[in-house]
Every structure is written in C-alpha cells, then in structure tokens.
C-alpha cells in the first residue's frame, strides 16, 4: 500500500488544504507515513510570507534532491504560496519535483493524479472529506480564499488571487459532515475572514455563517481567524457576545503602532480607529482575550515610531504578539516602492524589545487565572501529558491516567507561565 507525508508550514488555510489533500490521498488507496524517509509520495504545502519561511521551503525541497536520488520513484508535489505563476521557471530550478500546482487550485493535481492512475471523483470542490478520519477534535475550514486588500508588504494576493467566499450552505454541510466524524471545533479560515459573503448572492456574512454554525448539535465551540481591523463590522462583534459556541478570543492584526507607518503599509485604519474597535470589543464581551500581529524594522521605521508600537502594545495588554522583523517579498508594492533600509541588527532589537514587553504581560494575564477552574477541549497529547485550549485559547497542560481526546475537561489551574498553564482534572 503506498504511503504519502505531506509536510505543511505557514497560516491554517495551508493547514486547511493539507488535510483535504490527506483526505483525498486517503481515499485514494494510500495511507498516511511517519517522515519523508518512508513516503513514496511527498507533498510540500509551503509559506513564503517571510524570509524564513522561505528559506526552510528550499531547504527541504534540497533534502528531497538527495532523497529522490536515493529512490527514484519518490514522488514530490509542490504547492502553496512558494508556487508562483512562473511555474515552467520553478520546474527549471527544481526539476525533481513532479509537479507544482498552486495553493487551492486542485486542477493540476487531478490532472497528474489521472495520469498516475490515481482516482479522483471523490476530491475537492471542498468535499466531504470521505477519506478523511479525525485524529484531533479541531478542525480548519476554509471559508474564503485569496485577498483584494494588498497590504504593501504581503506577496499572499500574488500567489493565491482575489476573493472568493464558499457558499453558506457548501461549508455548513462539510462541518456538519465532520462533526458526525468526531470534529468538536471548527476554525473557520481566511486571509480575511471578514470579507466573507461579499461575492455571493444574497450577501451573507461572516455573522451570518456563524449564527447558522452554532445551531449544529455536538459542535463545541467555534473559532475565526484572520481578521482585518477595517473589515470587522459591528454585527459580528455583537454576534461574538450573543453566540454560545463562538469563542472568546479574536486574531486582530494591528501591525504597527504609528499612523505613517500603517499608511504605507496600506491597512486603511489609523491606530485610533483600531483603539475604538477594542474598546468596543471589550465592553460587549469583557472576556475576550486578544491577539495580534506587528512588524518591526518596516522600511524607513524611526526609533520614535517604533517607540509608538511598544506603547501601543503597553496600552492594549494583548494576550498573545505575533512580532516578526519585517522581510522584503519580491513583488510586492513595498518590495517596488520602499528601499529595505533598516539594519538587521536594528530590526533584531526592537523585535528582543516587543517580545520581552509581551513576555511580562502575558505573564500578568496569565497569572490572574491561578486556582481557577476553566474549561478545556483536549486535542491530544505531548510528553505523556494532555494538552487543549480555554475557549479564549489559552495553553493548558495536565496529567492523568484516563483517555480525554476530544473531550472537554475542567481543569483547575495550579500554575501559569506568559506561554502555557497547567493544572489538575476536576471532572471525570
């Protein structure tokens, strides 16, 4: 029986995808392998957002040269955002790759699969995932793909296209499909969820979707992510403090902390605007945890702006910062318009500065939930303890002896740290 590994970085639509690819692979007649050593199929679902993301992207396709010397018959397929339109270029510089298709676009990959005997009725178009068993309680659904915003340092509108939402009913029928497999999460995903709807009939949203979502027995709880700080309309925040099954935690990317900065990023808010959007937030749903993006070392960032991120995250007291040095992408508006001018030792500072900034603030957070009792839905286990997620996302560790995949636990919490907490069983 031939196996198949597929290898995944970057955002959870990629994660998304990989797993309809696991599901069709399943239904295929292969089966799923430990490593790459033992595949005779290999799919690669890569990121390019940053630099290092990149950089591991070609690293690995270099590990499978040598491995595909060593066994010709291995397979290797090639998809998300490092697949660009210049696919004949791609093949030029890595001709041990078999195919390349890009990230969502599964035409290629029937193609190929044809020609190899593989068959395909039972993929894409977002299936019902037939072939596909959860091993996890949580599951990513995509409910848009691609992006119209072009934010002036993201290559993702250049790789995945523009816009275009699933049907309501499409994505209903595939969560219920799940949930009578196991599934006791959805996250739905997106480059911006908030968009969602605007390319179909009737105009549903993204509040629309969830208010349906929530009526579906034996489903949990439900997530969102990414959203878009211009984008987020008042009746989703006021669906968030109405839905039951809807989380208390929300992805709000701010970027930077300085108006000039955000404008030649072009996210179309000021820090004022995102300000105003939190504190409505907050007041409706005061239990809601926050987590956010930000860039440093964005070309031509003063040390004066720079100080207006610190602050802004001193202000906001986010629960969890996602900082990343800024990374020039070929192709982009910044790439075009901007010279990369800040050192990469200046950029290293000030990404040291927000981490340690972040650190002591999640740690105050974090720490405010000692001896409570929380609930937790457990995905799985790591280093002989179990491991799941608070409705407002936060990490929690504890040992016991009984079987909780995919169910939900009180935990009363005995210790905290800025990343994770652990704790002892209360339910049994």
Known sequence: MPRYFIWTIGCQMNKAESRQIAGYLDSAGYRAAASFSNADLVVLNTCVVRQNAEDKVLGTLSLLKGLKNEHP????????????????????????????????????????????????????????????????????????????????????????????????????????????????????????????????????????????????????RIRFLTNHPKDISLKLVDGMASLSKVCEHLELPVQSGDNDILKSMKREYTVGRYRELVQIIRHKIPQMSLSTDIIVGFPGETEEQFEHSLSLVQEMRFDVVHVAAYSSRPGTIAWREYQDNIPAAVKKERLNKIEELQTAIAGEINSQLQGQEVEVLIEGMKGGKWFGRTRSNKLIFFEDAGDWLGRLAKIQIEKTSPWSLRGQVKNN
């Not at 696919?87 to 790759?97: A, D, I, K, N, S």
């Not at 044809?114 to 178009?125: A, D, H, N």
């Not at 019902?128 to 992006?147: F, H, L, T, V």
């Not at 969602?196 to 949990?220: K, V, W």
């Open 73 to 220: 018959n291995l397979r290797i397929l090639v998809t998300g955002c490092f697949v660009n339109s210049h696919t004949q270029e791609l093949q030029r510089r890595f001709p041990h790759v078999d195919l390349l298709f890009k990230p969502g676009d599964y035409s290629d990959l029937i193609a190929w699969g044809q020609k190899q005997g593989i068959p395909i009725e039972r993929l894409l178009r977002y299936s019902r995932n037939e072939g596909w068993r959860a091993s996890s309680p949580c599951a990513p659904i995509p409910i848009i793909r691609g992006c119209d915003n072009f934010c002036s340092y993201c290559i993702v509108p250049y790789r995945r296209g523009r816009e275009v939402s699933r049907l309501l009913e499409e994505i209903i029928c595939e969560v219920e499909e799940l949930v009578r497999r196991g599934i006791k999460e959805v996250t739905l995903v997106g480059q911006n969820v908030d968009s969602y709807g605007h390319d179909l009939p009737g105009h549903p949203d993204l509040a629309d979707l969830l208010t349906e979502l929530n009526s579906l027995d034996d489903l949990a």
